[in-house]
T-cell receptor
Framework: DVKVTQSSRYLVKRTGEKVFLECVQD?????MFWYRQDPGLGLRLIYF???????EKGDIPEGYSVSREKKERFSLILESASTNQTSMYLC????????????FGAGTRLSVL | GNSVTQMEGPVTLSEEAFLTINCTYT??????LFWYVQYPGEGLQLLLK???ADDKGSNKGFEATYRKETTSFHLEKGSVQVSDSAVYFC????????????WGLGTSLAVNP
């Protein structure tokens, strides 16, 4: 089974802090994604990556950056956390050769106070 | 462009009732279609998929048929259980999407005993 692991289930941070959300997958998938999920808004894509050191902006990249130094790890960075970044963050990975079925981690619920 | 429209929730049913969650899509060519499920407090997981017209995906008693003539992929289950309470997402993948899935907004289902 594919396993996507997010480093934290719950995080509480202060406004202005730099926040790192980590995601690791164990199936050698080339594609990795970061979403945020908010009530009534569904899943919104923040950033994705299709190879090491490659990244592409999704629909809502403002206020976020990402890092992919190794194939299995994809990090989401909030440079200066704000209260409107309080949300559920979901990481996913996929392989292009399998119709891009995405496999998700359990999510990180981030609260910015 | 590509898009997915799901019926709005929440949907509330009694145990053993019949379930239908509507999903329609807009896409060029021949997309692959997916239903994902998110149980409370968890990430999303693939429930079923269909990769070409008239395919029927099925899993855990759920079914959905890829109808190209009506551009639909409705999710059905003959007899729901309390454990089916979750949020259900319809999604599509098209070759021109640059590895991304296009998501519906999700439909919340609550099943009462």
């Amino acid at each position: 089974d594919v396993k996507v692991t997010q480093s934290s289930r719950y995080l509480v941070k202060r406004t202005g802090e730099k926040v790192f959300l980590e995601c690791v997958q164990d199936m050698d998938h080339e594609n990795m994604f970061w979403y945020r999920q908010d009530p009534g808004l569904g899943l919104r894509l923040i950033y994705f990556s299709y190879d090491v050191k490659m990244k592409e902006k999704g629909d809502i990249p403002e206020g976020y950056s990402v890092s992919r130094e190794k194939k299995e790890r994809f990090s989401l960075i909030l440079e200066s956390a704000s209260t409107n970044q309080t949300s559920m963050y979901l990481c996913a990975s996929s392989m292009t050769s399998t119709k891009n079925i995405q496999y998700f981690g359990a999510g990180t619920r981030l609260s910015v106070l | 462009g590509n898009s997915v429209t799901q019926m709005e929730g929440p949907v509330t049913l009694s145990e053993e009732a019949f379930l239908t969650i509507n999903c329609t899509y807009t896409a060029t060519g021949y997309p692959s279609l997916f239903w994902y499920v998110q149980y409370p407090g968890e990430g999303l997981q693939l429930l079923l998929k269909a990769t070409k017209a008239d395919d029927k995906g099925s899993n855990k008693g759920f079914e959905a048929t890829y109808r190209k003539e009506t551009t639909s992929f409705h999710l059905e289950k003959g007899s729901v259980q309390v454990s089916d309470s979750a949020v259900y997402f319809c999604a599509l993948y098209n070759a021109g999407n640059n590895r991304k899935l296009i998501w519906g907004l999700g439909t919340s289902l609550a099943v009462n005993p």
